[in-house]
């Protein structure tokens, strides 16, 4: 099997799943920053604006469309 086949990409590309980055921890596509990053900023109450100012590399949309993604596979497997 192909490294290249081993990439794997969720929320229409905005999540990027590659073993030669962080071993295959899932990220921000373009970036090397952990998506795990952004929920765990949330859950400890801070906010987007002060992720977004302490990770430039990341844009409002991608974050926000990266939360929506969530919230739909939550709704999904749940059936709303």
Same mark, same amino acid.
């Given at each position: 099997?192909?490294? *290249? $086949? =081993?990439?794997?990409? +969720?929320? &229409?590309? #905005? *999540? !990027?799943? &590659?073993?030669?980055? #962080?071993?295959?921890?899932?990220?921000?596509?373009?970036?090397?920053?952990? +998506?795990?990053?952004?929920? =765990?900023?949330? %859950?400890? @109450?801070?906010?987007? =604006?002060?992720? #977004?100012? $302490?990770?430039?590399?990341?844009?409002?949309?991608? %974050?926000? %469309? !990266?939360?929506?993604?969530?919230?739909?596979?939550? %709704?999904?497997? #749940? @059936?709303?």
């Amino acid at each position: 099997m192909s490294a *290249v $086949t =081993d990439i794997k990409s +969720v929320a &229409n590309g #905005l *999540v !990027v799943s &590659n073993p030669g980055i #962080l071993g295959g921890t899932p990220v921000f596509c373009g970036t090397r920053l952990p +998506v795990q990053t952004l929920f =765990d900023y949330l %859950a400890d @109450g801070l906010s987007l =604006d002060y992720f #977004l100012e $302490t990770f430039e590399g990341v844009t409002r949309e991608q %974050a926000t %469309a !990266v939360l929506r993604y969530g919230w739909e596979r939550i %709704a999904a497997e #749940l @059936g709303r």
